[in-house]
């Protein structure tokens, strides 16, 4: 089969027209644009091949009788803007959300035990320093510094809170295997939930927070 192949240097881009999307051709001081007077010229003077034309992939209680769009009544993205932003704010934070789990899988599809295996230790040497090499080291200088409550405890998250799934998949970008990755963001994940409880405790019984 014959595969059509673009030049690197091919460019293709899209556009969008005031007259297709905003609507409101009345207000806050505007006033008709050429389409607008077009639209309004020549509302139910197409020809019934220009009708169908316009009328082609539209379910049929969208379809209008022998009439051109009008902008302010087949537009509305100028009273709705706001809901139209939020709707894609939403949809950004959905697709955050859905990073960590989605990594996850990934990190679970490739894992392979025999690579696991050979990087076993250096990946418990990882997830000690970063469980508690870190945290061993810098919680005092913060507590010398004057940093208290929550403060301290945000530090304390920063410092000892499991290796997050991004690095795996940064491990993979940059052509490593991954197996060593995997290991430490597996052996943080587990052994998180025990050192963050006993740093807390040790911080609670010597009164810092």
Known sequence: MYRFQLPE??????????????????????????MDHFARKYAGKLSPAEQR?????????????????????????????????????KTGQNIAVLATPL????????????SAAKNIRPSIAAAA????????VFLPIAVILGFRQEKLV???VMLGSATTVSSFIMAK????????TANTVMLTTCGSAFTLT???????????I
């Not at 899209?14 to 207000?27: I, K, L, P």
């Open 9 to 34: 240097d091919f460019l293709i881009g899209t556009a969008n027209s005031a007259f297709q999307s905003e609507g409101a051709w009345d207000r806050d001081g505007k006033s008709e644009s050429i």
């Open 53 to 89: 034309k316009l009328d082609a992939g539209r379910p049929p209680d969208q379809v209008r009788p022998n009439s051109l769009e009008m902008p302010d009544r087949g537009c509305f993205f100028y009273d709705n803007y706001e809901a139209y932003i939020e709707d894609m704010q």
């Open 103 to 114: 990594g996850l899988i990934a990190m679970g599809a490739s894992f392979e035990a025999k």
């Open 129 to 136: 320093i970063k469980l508690v090499g870190l945290a061993a």
């Open 154 to 156: 945000a530090i304390l």
């Open 173 to 180: 970008n940059m052509g490593h295997e991954g197996s060593l």
């Open 198 to 208: 006993f740093w807390l405790y040790l911080m609670k019984t010597l009164a810092f």
